[in-house]
């Protein structure tokens, strides 16, 4: 009697758990590992660029595009190996571009407006600046917007738009600076002692440039006092500290030659009738 041959018909779990469970673990490998491989790439690229001495701010922008495509990449690499067809997703989301285009024209303005700073460069890392409202240190240009430090230790992120839109004032864009200040006179002190005692100030300082030469003039006669003009001339990165030190040895020097600093004052006369 020939025996009996039973073949066990592949079930459910044989046709849709085991093959859809190794597929996800896949599709979650080829995430991770991509990963962190778009990771190192990036990482990679920004050495490269560096290594190149090119500037900071162009280094971390292509950096971040480089590894937003890279994600993306990865992304559509694991949709394929769970059967999604990512041609057919790609003509979607092409048909669909104008429409995401226009729901996001903010954030692509942002983007625009990011690729205008890189190409045409108005300030670089170091630099101090005063734009979109804020002023401070930038220290990133990210795809959509600007890290900028301000001088008290905050991290403010303002969008590119509003950088690009606004007026930049680059503080560090040139070698040198003016230091303005008015110092104000009393009318009863000698001008001319006065006008002298602030040149010598000036001179004693020798953080203060020679060329051009210091300026002190009268800038006004004020109601209640003779306005001078004090205009050294300094390199950028001394301006804060020159200015601050001018500020107290002028009070220290008029101290000393016995010259007055006025103030606002009026003088009421009561007459009886």
């Known amino acids: 009697m020939d025996s009996l041959k039973v073949i066990a018909e592949p079930g459910f779990f044989d046709l849709i758990v085991i093959p859809w469970t190794l597929r996800i673990l896949t ?13 190192r790439i990036t990482r990679m690229f920004r050495m490269v660029l ?16 480089i590894h937003a495509i890279l994600l993306a990449v990865v992304v559509l690499a694991g949709l394929d190996h769970l059967g999604v067809p990512t ?13 995401v ?4 024209r903010d954030s692509l303005a942002n983007f625009a407006s990011g690729i205008m700073l890189i190409l045409f460069r108005p300030f670089k890392v170091g630099d101090f600046i005063e734009a979109g409202g804020v002023s ?29 839109n606004d007026r930049i004032i680059n503080f560090n ?12 006179v009393s009318y009863a002190d000698d001008l001319l002692h006065a006008k002298r005692v602030l040149g010598r100030v000036m001179r004693e ?8 030469a210091p ?59």
């Open 101 to 104: 285009g226009l729901a996001l």
């Open 136 to 164: 401070g240190v930038p220290e990133e240009i990210r795809i959509f917007s600007t890290v900028i430090r301000t001088p008290d230790n905050r991290v403010i992120i303002v969008p590119n738009g509003n950088i690009a």
């Open 87 to 99: 041609t057919s997703m790609l003509a979607v989301f092409g048909a669909a571009g104008l429409a």
């Open 173 to 184: 864009a040139l070698p040198t600076r003016r230091i303005d200040l008015v110092i104000n």
């Open 215 to 273: 300026v002190v003039t009268v800038a006004e006669l004020a109601e209640h006092c003779v306005a001078i003009n004090v205009r050294p001339w300094v390199r950028t990165e001394d301006f804060w500290p020159v200015r601050a030190d001018l500020l107290e040895r002028i009070r220290l020097a008029f101290d000393t030659e016995a010259l007055t600093v006025p103030f606002p004052q009026r003088e009421v006369v009561m007459r009886q009738g």
């Open 27 to 39: 599709a979650a490998a080829i995430w991770f590992i991509g990963k962190w491989i778009a990771g």
């Open 205 to 212: 300082d020798p953080r203060i440039l020679a060329e051009p």
């Open 50 to 65: 560096t290594r190149a001495k090119v500037d900071t701010l162009l280094v971390h922008f292509l950096g971040n595009i």
